[in-house]
């Protein structure tokens, strides 16, 4: 079935049903990773925000959470290469074991300004768990990649938190555009 947010055309790619079962796969592993070691499992909005939901939901061992905010798409279908800042982590992590949930790694061009940034504050360890990675738009080696849970074509996509134009962000599965 095709859908249409503002002027293009997006079908399904990827079901709800497939997310949950990666989410749960990943948050067992995380439940083994971590324990006894109260991790803090960071979201970079507003694209982790239904990814961060049901992943926590799924962590059983004793966690905190915070969020931080950075956007580079700016409405487009592509990176802008600009970083903006729109929010700090409020919260201490010296010595934390932090635990990234990022929505997608395109360039990898967020993902390593913010860890090079979040290094700085000395956590005890780093790691990310992004929920779609584009492998042939990556452009920096992200040693910090651990979980991914799909790999998926060089191609825009919506849903799941994701958005065109800050829409499409409600969509239960991720939807890739139709060219
Ligand atoms: P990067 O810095 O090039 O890795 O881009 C990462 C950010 O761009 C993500 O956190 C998203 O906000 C946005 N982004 C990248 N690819 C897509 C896409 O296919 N759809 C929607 N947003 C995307």
């Known amino acids: 079935m095709k859908i249409k947010i503002a002027d293009l055309e997006f079908e399904q790619l990827i079901t709800y049903e497939a997310i949950q079962s990666r989410v749960k796969q990943i948050a067992r592993q995380l439940n083994k990773d971590y324990e006894n070691k109260n991790p803090m499992l960071v979201g970079v909005l507003n694209g982790c925000f239904l990814f961060m939901a049901d992943i926590v939901k799924q962590v059983t061992i004793p966690c905190e959470i915070a969020f931080t905010k950075l956007s580079s798409y700016q409405g487009g279908v592509s990176s802008t290469r600009r970083i903006r800042d729109d929010l700090d982590l409020t919260v201490n992590i010296e010595g934390r074991h932090i635990i990234l949930i990022e929505d997608i790694v ?26 779609l990675v584009k492998p ?31 829409m499409g962000r409600n969509l239960k599965g991720v939807y890739k555009r139709i060219i």
């Open 106 to 131: 395109d360039t990898g061009n967020t993902l390593d300004y913010l860890v090079a940034k979040l290094k700085q504050r000395h956590p005890a360890s780093i790691i990310v768990c992004a929920m």
């Open 136 to 166: 042939d738009a990556l452009e920096y080696e992200l040693k910090e990649l651990k979980h991914i849970a799909f790999e998926i074509e060089n191609e825009f996509v919506v849903g799941y938190g994701l958005d065109y134009m800050e």
